[in-house]
């Protein structure tokens, strides 16, 4: 990445500073994660450094390419106004811009500032005085609030300018509320030369420190020190530093870089494969699944060992017979970023500090030179990467979702934000995907927790016609119909076999798919046991009977056990209005801690035979039952206190 090798490199006062770790081998697909680091990069830049690019938009993305991996853009003469709104000025994993223009009736000037999405900020309007070119944003890094300020003023600024200046620091400084501020921007005012300073008198002031120590500006007889970084707490800052200009100009501005002494949630690269399946081999692909032992396969009754059999017999025909590659993933660069900018960026980097290290006229020259060619290869890549969009949309074979997908991603008419920003949460703020998803999951869920207790249940009129999950039996035709006319273009599921690869094998799949289906269905008490041992569990029985009555019983404490305990039951906590007929009954009827029995595996304790053969159902009988919902219809009963039933139903919830 340009930002580790220029730091490592180039600045050895950031050696502290941990960056992500190198990427997986290439034989090495992980999934993509989050890793913490310990920093909060930031840059200041002047965009009139970059204006010989056609639009302000193609300025933004060179800086945001060059400087893909900081989390805060700041730019000074920004040149902008009232026309320059909406997808033009924003940038790819960033927040909305907090701009400042100079106004509509003068030109040049202007503040904007960019912050990553995976970080909170809110703009503090109320620290910026109307004539002053200043955009202060308050930052919550790691429970820690922070001001960050981003300033231009302009050469020869009046007294009454740097006044407000000064108020406009008074007033954040005074902010109880924060722990720190950062400053930085182009003040026009040499450092390096502190005679009638108007910065060091304001360090001074307010006892505040400014950590750039290189020139910044160039002309053709002179440089100077006037874009800078301050701070009222040094530890705050663990790297800063002056980095290359972004094209060749006899006066320029280089941007200054800084390190916030903060960890955050950054996302890594990651690799996955990709497969060419318009280029498929696929009479080699059935010809290979053919060669597979399926019967084998098929002696298991377990369904999970089963699924991944078929899994893996499937994706291992496809590596032989269909093109695929792994690719890296980077979530955080822009659509049109590829290997060559890259690798051009880094070569860019590397004269960079032999030019600074050797100081002479040759490697300059050279440096100039490929800064140059960096970025007209990004305004290329980026125009080739829109000219394939619009030849996209006039290929007569694209479909209506993909050549919609290509009108957004070309006029941008929904922006691209990867990810939830920061949850607040009782003044804490979340940054991990995982738990924003548990967040929503629970605050969604809380929607639907209704206090349902004493209230009667309507009449569902059950159909009793309707067959029990156990009584389905699919057919090898079934499952052939189904996958003939399934969606080729659909996504991959988690198992990662795609539509395509089950419809191109159908004849050869359908017999190992249809004995999994159909084990599926036969064994619904190891689905139950996955469901409960999940967390704690409820249960409700809704039962109705011969007289038309409709009653409830719950147990707040649910579980099922796995196969190696005979799927033993766990009930506790009974209320409601159908009686207790499962846990606080006479022991040969109490269901609570039995295993299941069914026609061939009997656990119950009837000394005089199988209870599941003399009560015609599998049920958690202990000797045998006084209830039993899966009897014969005319024969299930729930004993205490509903009698013979006509119509049940089991539902399992979360228990709070």
């Known amino acids: 990445m340009a930002l580790v090798d220029f730091i490592r490199k180039n600045c050895p006062g950031a050696m502290n500073v941990a960056f992500p770790p190198k990427a997986p081998s290439r034989d090495q697909v992980p999934n993509s994660s989050r890793t913490t680091v310990n920093h909060i990069p930031h840059v200041h830049a002047r965009m009139d450094t970059i204006s010989t690019l056609p639009s302000y938009a193609d300025a933004a993305a060179t800086s945001a390419a060059e400087y893909e991996d900081f989390d805060i853009l700041a730019f000074t003469e920004s040149w902008l106004n009232n026309s320059n709104q909406g997808d033009s000025v924003r940038l790819l994993n960033f927040c909305d811009p907090f701009r400042k223009d ?143 200009p972004l094209l060749d100009k006899t006066r320029f501005h280089c941007p200054v870089i800084g390190f916030l002494n903060s960890s955050k949630l950054q996302q890594k690269s990651s690799r996955r494969k990709i497969w060419l399946y318009d280029c498929g081999d696929y009479d080699k692909f059935r010809h290979e699944l053919s060669l597979v032992d399926w019967d084998s396969f098929l002696l298991s009754q377990d369904v999970n060992e089963i699924s991944t059999r078929i899994t893996s017999a499937v994706i291992n025909a496809a590596e032989l017979s269909i093109p695929n590659k792994i690719i890296t993933v980077r979530k955080s660069e822009p659509p049109w970023m590829n290997n060559i900018v890259r690798r051009l960026i880094r070569k860019k980097n590397r004269i960079h500090r032999k030019a600074k290290r050797y100081n002479n006229a040759s490697t300059w020259t050279k440096f100039r030179r490929i800064r140059n060619d960096v970025t007209s290869l990004i305004r290329k890549t980026k125009d080739d990467f829109n000219d394939n969009l619009v030849s996209k949309l006039s290929n007569s074979n694209s479909t209506g979702r993909d050549w919609w997908n290509t009108v957004k991603q070309l006029t941008s008419i929904k922006s691209c934000r990867p990810g939830i920003p920061p949850l607040v949460k009782n003044d804490c703020l979340i940054f991990d995907d ?18 349902d207790f004493g209230i009667d249940l309507p009449n569902l009129n059950a159909n009793n016609s309707i067959p029990q999950l156990s009584e389905i039996t699919i057919t090898e035709n079934e499952v052939a119909n189904i996958l003939a006319i399934i969606n080729p273009s659909k996504a991959s599921g988690p198992d990662l076999v795609n539509p395509r690869l089950l419809k191109e094998a159908s004849d050869i799949l359908k017999r190992p798919l249809c004995k999994l289906f159909n084990i599926s269905l036969e064994t619904g008490n190891e689905h139950i046991h996955i469901l409960s041992s ?47 007929s499962l846990l606080n009954v006479k022991n040969a009827g109490r269901a609570a801690s039995q295993r299941f029995t069914t026609f061939d595996n009997d656990n119950d304790k009837h000394t005089l035979g199988n209870c599941a053969e003399i009560e015609k159902g599998g049920w958690w009988y202990n000797a045998c039952d006084v209830a039993d919902l899966n009897q014969l219809y005319d024969e299930i009963e729930w004993r205490y206190d509903m009698g013979q039933l006509t119509e049940s139903m089991i539902m399992i919830s979360k228990a709070t």
């Open 102 to 244: 100079r106004g509509p009736h003068k030109s040049g000037g202007g503040v904007i500032v960019y912050v990553k999405d995976s970080i909170n900020a809110v703009r503090r309007s109320d620290l910026e005085l109307h004539d002053l070119e200043a955009v202060w944003i308050q930052l919550c890094l790691n429970g820690k609030k922070v001001l960050f300020g981003t300033f231009y003023i302009p050469p020869n600024s009046n007294n009454a300018v740097w006044a407000n200046v000064e108020m406009s620091f008074d007033m954040a400084l005074n902010d109880a509320s924060i722990d720190y501020i950062v400053v930085t921007g182009d003040f026009n005012d040499n450092q390096l030369n502190k005679v009638n300073s108007k910065v060091s008198s304001l360090l001074t002031q307010f006892s505040l420190t400014q950590v750039i120590d290189e020139p910044t500006h160039f002309t053709e007889q002179s440089s100077s020190l006037l874009d800078i970084i301050v701070t009222n707490d040094v530890n705050s800052i663990v790297y800063s530093g002056v980095g290359s």
């Open 434 to 451: 995982t738990e924003k998803a548990n967040e929503f999951n629970n605050f969604f869920a809380a929607q639907a927790n209704l206090d």
């Open 534 to 580: 999940n967390g704690r569990h409820k249960i409700r029985f809704q039962l109705g009977n011969t007289n038309g009555t409709i009653k409830y019983a719950d147990y707040s404490t649910f579980g099922i056990g796995d196969e190696n305990s005979k799927y033993i039951l766990s009930l506790n906590g009974y209320s409601g209005t159908a009686g207790d």
